[in-house]
């Protein structure tokens, strides 16, 4: 096998880049260029696909082939390069408002497939590029420029989404945790099908501090729980709590009170199709629960890419037709070779068509 | 047989006419595709209604299929039948208009009940009276009772008995007009042998019913003869104009050495181009359904980013959705080709009717200075080649292309010399070859066509965009280097009219009127025209398969009439672009917006109109 050697910098453009000073994005693009340093693959292999907002304008940043495309559709648009070509490692690069609110119906379908891709979700739950209307992931009565008197509408849950589309893949990490975003990311590369990792990212300018209540770093361990697989759902400055199923539902218990020991605490199983609980775990919230972060699931299904390749292969083996000569003369065809029949004018003859 | 009529005749055309739900399509086609190995030139219309199962009986649920065949060549399904075939009252009212003066009409007296005149809403209990067609040949034929009868002895219910209705009118046309039935015995047997052979049974009893009754009755049934047309030399099958698409794009691919993508999303009428290229997986055609209009172009882009040959098929409805998409092939300069099988609009409009209406969206329906080749296909099969040239010129030149061609290319078909694929001229991808000096737009100074290279070579990692871009790709929004690019697309598109032929003319090249037409309208005018010339008309036709860019002759040809009419199955669409790109020339216009396409007779009279003012 060949050892690459590269480092995060082959993954870096010359291209200035041009996020605002402090963002999310930055911290993000580091873990993804060293992701794909470590993921050993040639770097011709790798195609960065994103749509419209600021997240999106990260293929400009890669070294590596890159396509900036239109407003929600990168995930169509990926699905086409990664179907045409499986030998590729593709990307995607895309926000809330991008793939959740006018790409929702690329997002469902490109899950529901299970193409073979990554897919990282910037959520910053504002538009950015826009200069601050509410998106799709905003929290009901958020006040925004479009939403002066706060919004009336429920927000996605990208989680939910990506499970209620049958997806085999999703994660979470905070921007400001680099080392943890990059752990997931590689577990996401490795994964065989769709994987969507949300990314909870700061918007320093339209959305600063949306999601510090999760994300600093003093209260990490409080309010995170870092979901290893085979590992019990413990979290706390003291390694001390945990998650126990109670009456059905999640419950955050104490090790050590009530007659509570380790044992008792539930073991994260990501690669079991356990929907109930792995939506459950998605859905935890400030303050009953901490937020869940790392691979949340990770299920084989068969892959979409790799089945149309084999199902072409299969009617291949048994094929009759092996050229478009034969395919012409197949079927219903007859001769015409009459006395008063004359020769054929071919439809390219006296034409230029060089 | 000295009781028979015997007619002979240059050219014939049928109307097979019921529910929706009656299998005419089916007899239709079977039928055509008899005469085509009778040695038949053939051309069929099928017109349906949008509903797959309308209320039985009524008018809007007629479905109809129309076939003229003949001894000489066969440009169009025939203005008017020879023949109908009424399988109930509304299928006669909704095609009273569309027959000869002398027209036969077989009808089964069955169906011709109170109940089923009052769901055609006649007026009268006497529907040839009320419809004036007493003068007609009407034959009335017990089809219904007669099927029934022939398979008293097998146990089918009476929905499958009922179905069998249509092989029985077969049978009778085909005694009529002298075909054998092995053909339509084979496929019977191949369709329902194997899984339901008593649906075969029934089947081939009651097609046979039909043929006998109609040699047990021929004093009253005329017979016709329509000899074996003296055509070109070769290998012949019958095509529609969907099929035949399908086919030109693998046929390119091979030519190319890529592989074929097609994303798309199914809509009427072009359905049937994304169902024959997923038939051929066996020549390795990758086929995407994708969730809806705008993921079937750009799962094609991705494709054509990542180095296939992508092509996307739709209609007019499905066109609109694709256009932001369109706008983005054109500024990244992938190579995509967009079908547009176009049908009656606006908005959902008329389905299952064909119109030319399409033409202004294709041309100018995106934001932005947005320029593509457009080309239109005129005959069934030569969408084959249009289809193929699409593919060549995009592949060639990095553009993208949009093919126009209607519900009556579409669905309808005509035998077609085969080509084989040494006819076809050679397609070269242009494929970047020197990474050193590679940048995603650098361009031939000559075609103004960049380089493509693909995800996977070594050494031309590149990026691309919507963004107005400078040569390596990059977003450049300086104002001069906008202005520039602009101007350079679109002289890309135009400087494609160096490798298309020059427009000929039908006919004398010069002369009082030269008659133009665009696209599928072309069997329609060539016999008018062909029908004008004969009365020592001077008229000539120029009919366009390139719409962008035109042929570089045209203004030449043009010059040298003294009229030109634009004729086209929308408002007025090609004349408005004529004017816009050779204001010069004074055009008069025919146009029509009936979801029909248009009659030979229509056009003639027009014609005469303009020569005589």
Known sequence: MINFNYSAKDFKSAAEVRWCPGCGDYAIMNAVQKTMADMNIAHKDFAVISGIGCSSRFPYYMSTYGFHTIHGRAAAIASGVKSANPALTVWVMTGDGDSLAIGGNHFIHLVRRNINLNMVLFNNKIYGLTKGQYSPTSDRGKITKTSPFGTIEDSFVPGQLVLGSRGTFFARAVDNNIKHTQEVLADAAQHKGTSVVEVLQNCVIFNEGIHEQISDPKFRAERQLFLKNGQPMIFGDNEDKGLILDKGKLKVVKIGENGITREDILVHQPEEDNLGLQVALINMALPEFPVAMGVIRSVEAPVYDQEMTKQIETVQQKRKITCMDELLQSGNTWTVDGQNSKEPVKFFDNKCFG | ?613
Request: proline content about 6%; hydrophobic content about 40%; glycine content about 8%.
């Open chain 2, 1 to 613: 047989m000295k009781d028979a009529k015997v007619i002979e005749l240059e050219e014939v055309a049928i109307r097979f006419s019921g529910d929706s739900g009656d299998g005419m399509q089916l007899t239709g086609t079977l039928f055509s595709d008899t005469s085509a190995l009778f040695g038949n030139d053939i051309s069929t219309f099928p017109d349906y209604p949008s509903e797959i199962r309308a209320p039985q009986g009524t008018v809007g649920g007629v479905s109809g299929f129309q076939v003229q065949f003949g001894k000489k060549k066969i440009t169009t399904p025939g203005d008017l039948a020879h023949v109908l075939v009424a399988m109930n009252p509304a299928a006669l009212k909704a095609n009273a208009a569309f027959l000869n003066p002398a027209a036969s009409i077989i009808f089964d007296v069955d169906s011709f009940s109170e109940k089923n005149l009052e769901k055609a809403q006649y007026k009268t209990k006497d529907p040839f009276t009320e419809l004036k067609l007493n003068d007609y040949s009407l034959i009335p034929v017990p089809i219904t009772s007669m099927t029934k009868e022939s398979l008293i002895d097998l146990e089918l219910d009476n929905k499958s008995i009922l179905r069998c209705k249509n092989m029985f009118a077969l049978g009778l046309i085909c005694w009529m007009f002298d075909r054998p039935l092995d053909y339509i015995e084979r496929f019977i047997q191949s369709k329902f042998g194997k899984k339901s052979p008593l649906i075969a049974e029934a089947n081939l009893t009651v097609l046979h019913t039909g043929y006998n009754y109609g040699m047990n009755l021929q004093h009253m049934t005329p017979q016709y003869i329509v000899h074996p047309a003296p055509i070109e030399k070769g290998i012949y099958r019958n095509i529609n104009g969907n099929n035949a698409t399908a086919w030109g794009f693998i046929a390119a691919a091979e030519k190319a050495g890529l592989e074929l993508f097609i994303g798309s999303y199914p809509i009427t009428p072009a359905t049937d181009v994304l169902q024959a290229l997923a038939e051929r997986k066996d020549l390795g055609v990758k086929s995407f359904q994708a969730e809806d209009e705008i993921a079937g172009i750009c799962t094609t882009i991705g494709a054509a980013f990542a180095g296939d040959l992508a092509v996307t098929s739709t209609s007019g409805p499905g066109f609109a959705l694709k256009s932001e998409a369109l706008g983005l092939s054109v500024m990244a300069e992938l190579p995509i080709v967009v079908v547009n099988v176009q049908r009656g609009g606006p908005s959902t409009g008329l389905p299952t009717k064909t119109e030319q209406s399409d033409l202004l969206q294709t041309l100018y329906g995106r934001n932005g200075e947005s320029p593509v080749v457009v080309l239109a296909a005129s005959t069934p099969s030569d969408c084959f080649y249009y289809a193929f040239l699409s593919a060549k010129i995009a592949l060639e030149r990095m553009v993208p292309v949009v093919l126009l061609t209607d519900g009556f290319l579409g669905n309808g078909s005509e035998p077609w010399r085969v080509p084989s694929m040494d006819e076809l001229p050679s397609i070269t991808p242009r494929k970047a070859k020197n990474p050193e000096t590679y940048l995603p737009y650098n361009r031939d100074p000559e075609t103004l066509a960049r380089e493509w290279a693909i995800p996977g070579m070594e050494g031309f990692e590149h990026r691309i965009g919507g963004l107005e871009k400078n040569n390596a790709g990059g977003v450049n929004q300086d104002p001069d280097n906008h202005q520039r690019n602009s101007e350079i697309r679109e002289a890309k598109v135009l400087k494609v009219a160096d490798m298309i032929p020059e427009l000929e003319v039908e006919g004398n090249p010069e002369g009082d009127l030269l008659v133009i037409g665009w696209g599928g309208t072309f069997g329609h005018m060539i016999s008018s025209v062909k029908a004008m010339q004969d009365a020592g008309k001077s008229v000539s036709l120029a009919h366009f398969n390139y719409i962008k860019p035109l042929p570089s002759n045209t203004a030449e040809v043009l010059a040298r009439f003294k009229k030109i009419v634009v004729c086209e199955l929308n408002m007025g669409q090609f004349a408005s672009y004529l004017r816009d790109k050779l204001p010069q020339f004074t055009y008069h216009q025919v146009n029509k917006m009936k979801g029909l396409p248009f009659s030979v007779h229509e056009l003639v009279e027009n014609f005469d109109k303009l020569l005589e003012a």
